[in-house]
């Protein structure tokens, strides 16, 4: 049995009347991708952005429940830690408007490194395991916004990496891409995998089907159906899992 | 170990940075409070209705204010009569006529270098052209036609975005029923924008009250009710200056800053609360 | 029918023009009256000459320029922190409550008009330096107290408008790695808005080198170069206020020439106002 990296326990976020998460319990394992997938608005992103306490952003919003990430309850760990820790590539591809080289080096420079030698190797470290260092290599100093939509999540991903987290969150991060970005954010994956804990909410089932371990099916801020992927989509145990895979809504 | 260190870094820093922020903040609402307050508690126990409605005597040092409110009320709506038709005009011009180009540039940097110009130079072009060039000496007349170009700038640009709120679909039923384009700005476009272009107005009606630089070298300083509008006239921005700057009397400086103040203070908050309450409850 | 509309279609234009014909006629004006003098005492004469002494037909307004630009650094120095620091807080760290409170007093700290500035300098702010310095109160550090709290409207509105500009998406890209709220806003929201802080900045420099009476008021007028902070001054604009209810023939002319000088230095900010954004924001 592999590693629990993420314990949830019955969550529930209320967006002030709206009953947004119910009785949401899951446990994310180590080292793997798991994808949550479901119709629009059924909250898959809402819970993904309890992990890194982004809700805090918005007011009005009530969250109830145990949430540990690592063995720690993200209420009551610091929340600027707990986002070094869980890191989050947004749907809409976000770079800095500032260089590709600054971009990468601005998490560290925010934890304390200062030394320009190690934040030199850890912005070609970022960039080669997000697979964009050869192309970037030679203009690290070039406005980020230059780059083109995939290069420029590619470069959120390393952005993120580039702090060192234990948890990665995307939120349908290839939503606003090209098929051919598409694919290779997809192959990334395999290795993001091996160092990272991902978790990525899709609604692209296919891509689901492909890249992760294990799948949750959320409907209406329930979690219906939660396994390995194989099983959530050859035999689902629930009607609605399988009507959603089937195509027969959603 | 060094992480959490540097959150804690980070937190004190964050901390200290919001109350300093903060006390910046209170601070203009600080010395709002201190410049009205000071203003108020040295001139109200020298108002009254005598105050409003006599005359002054000896060059202002005792005496009413009341041919001064009497000039500034004169300059105020002449002001506004020839600034309205032409703002509005200007403003229609620019959102339902113009297209991209020089000419659209040129009018722009215009209204926005009308706008930089400081309120003294308006005073020696008042001077020189109004008073002197075109003969028209002293005068109402004269402060008038200067303030007019002054608060143009700002009741083009008010105007401008009351008339862009107007929903285009509002525009488009007219058109579609067989209306003109003209037809269309007078009837629909314009009174829907109103709120706003009345905003605009008050405003420019705030700045003519509170303008003392360009009214002294156009509509003079002559105490007394002018008897028309080519005769000199007093503002009450003028004798405040005046009574303050030659120490005649603290009481009656005092007593006019604070009319001048509450007016200020009642055109401000028509203006503020016509924003709020009619424009953006109808723009739901 | 479709003639009419041509006919008010011009109409309208010419409307639009006024402003620009207004610049133009103001501008030919102030130059027409004051380019004599300015020709005869020579621009170097005119802008280096130390000694202004109307009387004897000598014009300099140096000591006048360096007034004007010693009380618009120095209300600068006042307005600049206190109203970016009060942007900042309005746009991203204020409460709605606030807020209220706050936002009317700006707006109410702009219609102010600048007597009643000139009139709480002169009779509060210069008895306090006076006691404090022991000298006339009357002086550059009295007009960049006043000057700068009058240019705080124009700085905190332009400036909050622009940091409200800023995608949010930055502001989220930088708090998801991990950063406080201010590091975001330091690091990430402000210099995004720079070009919008920097244009509030140099609108706000044209309004302070521009007021005449709250200056005239409180600054002491002497003709001297001032010395310290402590001196008493003259500005551009205090210049031609104050003689112009006097002055006739060439020494009128003077302040006209004094005027050209004011004219072309706000025009000169005026631009840059807006070319300089375009370019910091590249």
Redesign the interface.
Known sequence: MENVRIKVRDANLYYGDHHALKNISIDIYDKSVTALIGPSGCGKSTFLRCLNRMNDLIPNVKINGEIQVAGNDVNRYDVILLRKKVGMVFQKPNPFPMSIYENIAYGPRIHGIKSKTTLDDIVEKSLREAALWEEVKDRLKSDAIGLSGGQQQRLCIARTIAVEPEVLLMDEPTSALDPASTMKIEDLMENLKKQYTVIIVTHNMQQAGRISDYTAFFLNGEIIEYDKTEKIFYKPRDKRTEDYITGRFG | MNEIKNVRHSRIKERLAFYLLWVFSILTIIVLALIVSDILVKGLPHISFSFLLEEPRKMGKAGGIFSVIVSTFYIVVLSVVFAAPIGIAASVYLTEYAKEGPVLRIIRYGTEALAGVPSIIYGLFGYSFFVVFLGLKYSILSGALTLTLMILPTIVRTSEEAIKAVPSSYREGSLALGATKLQTIIKIVIPTAMPGILTGLILGIGRVVGESAAVIYTAGSSLGVPDSILRPGRTLSVHLFTLASEGLSAENTYATAVVLITLVLIINFIANTLINKIFIARRR | ?IF??KI??K???F????????????GI??F??GWPVISNTGIIGFVLGKDWAPTQGIYGIFPMILGSMYVTLGALMIGV??GI??A???AE??SQR?ST??K??????A??????????G???IVPIIRDLFNNQGFSVLAGSIVLG?MI?PTI?NISKDSIEAV?K??K????????????AII??VL??ARSGIISSIILGM?RA?????AV??ITGNSTLIPESILSPVRTL?GN??IE??YASGEHQKA??AT?IV??VF??V??LLAKLIPNKVGE
């Open positions: 029918m009419r509309e008010v279609e109409i309208l234009l409307c639009a023009g006024i402003a620009v014909l207004g610049v133009a006629i103001i004006f102030i027409r009256e922190p206190i620091g009060c900042v807080y309005l760290i204020a606030l409170i706050i009317p007093g700006i707006e109410l700290l219609g102010i008009p600048s007597v009643i500035y000139g009139l709480y002169m009779t509060v709290i705080l905190i995608p998406e930055y989220e890209g930088s708090l998801a790695l991990g950063s406080s709220h201010w590091q690091k990430v210099p995004a044209g080198i521009g007021e005449t009476m005239i008021m604009t031609i206020g112009m209810g302040l006209f005027g004011l004219f706000i025009m900010l005026n």
